[in-house]
């Protein structure tokens, strides 16, 4: 099943995006590298779409989804957010531009100030950007509670005492206030239980179809990603591995890193995982301060080869709509049917590299 | 593991209440569970259901005050843990009850190098040499798979990765040949890949090893992977349980029943929306006189408001705490 994006009009454009990090050290604190956190990204989002931008802790992924809304001051490449470019405005000009992208952050307890009350926490956007009545704002702030599913009369308490769910509704109502267009949604559910999180992702798809939101949803959880979002991008040391639609990437993933990510998610069903084939990459994921020659997953890949150790692979569309980074790809060009054949190879010699490390 | 193996580690009517200003929390409310030889038991539940302070009160690791140990046994190699004194306990903990916590970063010492925390299980409870501890330490890091043990046993826990770092907590748990080892959410704070590591290595180490395992966790995929017989609790108490295949094809609560359909899968069939389990967890402010699930459940009756239930045997080693019989679709007869 191919969940087609809701248009074609992309709202973000993305284009080999860097962020790096200056380290100092020594007695003169002379730079001396860079903490590649995100190390050329390109990729585009749709209108009304959701991309899930996946990855293990330390792989960029949520310095992207910050770079991206420019709270950092990105190093190089460009940012398109609704046909205009901000990867280059400085940060006093964006704030004029800000209603039409906000934020979900992760830690609900450490995003919302203490000592404001939730009335206040709702309504600081309005503030800042609007020259709304203090009544007006007050039924705005009510309206906002009541579509997240909090109850407007809890608007005069304070964050503590809310459940870690009810806190990151507030998050929620927060980024909502302005109608924005584009929520970048960094970890909404990782710091909830496993009960609450199905409320919050409902929560989140029911105000998408409504308000036509669109998001990029960053999550370690796979398996959350494979409900909520459309397209699906993989990252890895800074770079993006695999972009692909839903379906074709969790039932036919390329890249062996998505292969050995996806074969790692424990299956709660004890006959099937008993079932599943799967890899167990060795070692750990490499500093982004000194990423490995050739391409940035070969210390642990599975199925490298040669080259792997030498070039840097391309990211490239290898079928319509699949983007991968991997040399077991080269020799498929975009045109998908008539090099169908050497791709069935690719596949095959792959998935015997996989048996063998069982 | 053999059936009808007389339990190593057996836990009956164990209540913790910690005391809090303006009250008391309920935390564990009698708490039943056995562990036979050569098992490995998970413990299932979501943050603030009990199931670490359940661990926590039988080894006497909790401050007395706040926590208050109210009642029950722990036999535990002939005696009850919670009556023995403190130097018994001592003895016990890092030596016949390995124990790994969830943060393997707050749990190894920053000061101390790797191979002084191994080392130190070893001499204070068999009596060790430096030498010989030392070449034991050497040992166990090599057990848990870490490369080049001699170098790194000098090293200290920030210059190893949380992978790393949990490797090492299990290699100090391994060190005096406990039989039994609780593992405290040890894959929480680990990524997929490195989950998938550990996962691998605990596996391998039980049966090599031979001893009983208790695996705290709140991730029903982690269990259906590892554990032999399962353990489902909420709001301080134990709802269900069953040996793992058991459990999964037929699951006899309410909260369990729901949890398995909230949880999204990678493989199979993708739900269009998640089902959701709606309401909070309880708040555990006085010992429970209704079903702790009760505000939360869709197949609730009277009764369950007026009794709190007990755990009823549904047969294949498997019990439930519901009024509500999920074979039947009605309510219990008894």
Redesign the interface.
């Known amino acids: 099943m191919f969940d087609a994006p809701k248009t074609d009009t992309k709202l973000v454009e993305v284009n080999n995006l860097k962020m790096h990090f200056p380290i100092y050290s020594g007695l003169f604190r002379r730079h001396t590298g860079n903490v590649k956190a995100v190390d050329g990204v390109s990729f585009d989002i749709y209108e009304g779409e959701t991309l899930g931008l996946v990855g ?2 330390g792989c960029g992924k949520s310095t992207c989804g910050r770079a991206i809304l420019r709270l950092y001051d990105i190093t190089d490449g460009t940012i398109k957010i609704d046909g205009i470019e901000i990867g280059d405005t400085p940060q006093k000009d964006l704030r004029t531009k800000r209603p039409t992208m906000q934020m979900v952050f992760q830690d609900p307890q450490a995003s919302l100030n203490p000592r404001m009350t939730v009335q206040a926490i709702i309504q600081e956007p309005l503030d800042e950007h609007t020259t709304l009545s203090k009544d007006e704002k007050r039924d705005k702030v009510h309206d906002l509670m009541d579509q997240v599913g909090l109850n407007r009369k809890f608007a005069g308490r304070y964050p503590h005492a809310f ?1 870690g ?1 009810q806190r990151q509704r507030i998050g929620i109502a927060r980024a909502l206030a302005l109608n924005p267009k584009f929520i970048v949604c960094d970890e909404p559910i990782a710091a909830l ?7 919050v ?2 929560l989140l ?1 029911d105000l998408q179809k409504e308000y036509g939101l669109t998001y990029l949803f960053i999550s ?1 959880d ?3 990603v ?2 909520i979002a459309t397209r699906v991008a993989v990252m890895y040391l800074g770079k993006i591995v695999e972009l692909a639609p839903r ?1 074709a990437l ?1 039932s036919e993933p390329l890249h062996p890193y998505t292969k ?14 008993d079932m ?1 084939e ?1 890899t ?3 070692g ?2 490499p500093s982004p301060a000194n990423p490995p020659k050739g391409c940035n997953f070969c210390t642990r890949c599975p199925a490298v080869m040669d080259i792997c150790h030498q070039d840097e692979p391309e990211y490239r569309e290898v079928l319509p709509g699949r983007f991968v980074a991997c040399h077991h790809y080269n020799d498929v060009s975009t045109s998908a049917g008539s090099t169908a054949a050497s791709e069935a190879s690719d596949q095959q010699s792959l998935s015997n590299t996989n048996n063998t490390t069982n | 593991m053999p059936d009808g193996a007389l339990p190593i580690l057996d836990v009956r009517g164990l209540k913790t209440v910690f005391k809090i200003r303006g009250g008391e929390v309920h935390a564990v409310n009698d708490v039943s569970f056995d562990l036979k030889p050569g098992e490995l038991l998970g413990v299932v539940g979501e943050s603030g259901s009990g199931k670490s302070v359940t661990m926590m009160s039988l080894l006497g690791l909790l401050p007395t005050p706040p926590a208050d140990i109210r009642g029950g046994t722990v036999m535990f190699d002939g005696q009850d843990l919670l009556q023995v004194d403190a130097e018994t306990l001592r003895g016990v903990r890092g030596g016949k009850i390995g124990f790994i916590f969830q943060d393997p970063m707050t749990s190894l010492n920053p000061v101390y190098n790797v191979g002084m925390q191994i080392m130190e299980p070893l001499r204070k409870h068999m009596g060790m040499t430096k030498k010989q501890a030392s070449v034991r330490a050497q040992e166990l890091l090599e057990l848990v798979g870490i490369p080049d043990a001699p170098q790194r046993l000098k090293d200290y826990p920030h210059q190893f990765s949380g992978g790393m770092r949990q490797r090492v907590m299990i290699a100090i748990a391994l060190a005096c040949d406990p039989q039994v080892l609780i593992a405290d959410e040890p894959t929480t704070a680990l990524d997929v890949t490195i989950q998938a590591q550990i996962l691998e290595l605990m596996k391998e180490l039980q049966e090599r090893l031979g001893m009983a395992v208790i695996w705290i966790t709140h991730d029903l995929g982690v269990v259906a992977g590892i554990a032999d017989r399962v353990v489902v609790m909420y709001g301080g108490q134990i709802v269900e349980q069953a040996p793992t295949r058991e459990l999964f094809k037929n699951p006899q609560h309410p909260y369990t029943r729901a949890l398995l359909k909230t949880v999204p899968r990678v493989l199979g069939q993708r739900e269009d929306r998640l089902e959701v389990i709606e309401g909070q967890p309880p708040i555990l402010g006085a010992s429970p006189t209704a079903c702790p699930f009760l505000d939360r459940c869709d197949v609730a009756f009277d009764r369950c408001a007026q009794q709190n239930p007990q755990r009823y045997d549904v047969g294949n080693d498997h019990d439930a705490a519901c009024f509500f019989d999920a074979r039947t679709g009605e309510p219990r007869d008894v």
């Open positions: 293990e802790s459940s769910g239980d496993v009960s609450i999180q199905a409320q992702v409902n798809e370690h796979l398996s959350m494979r409900h379906e969790y050995a990510l996806l074969s790692a998610v424990p299956e709660p069903d004890p006959e099937m995982h599943m799967r167990i990459l060795t750990d994921v």
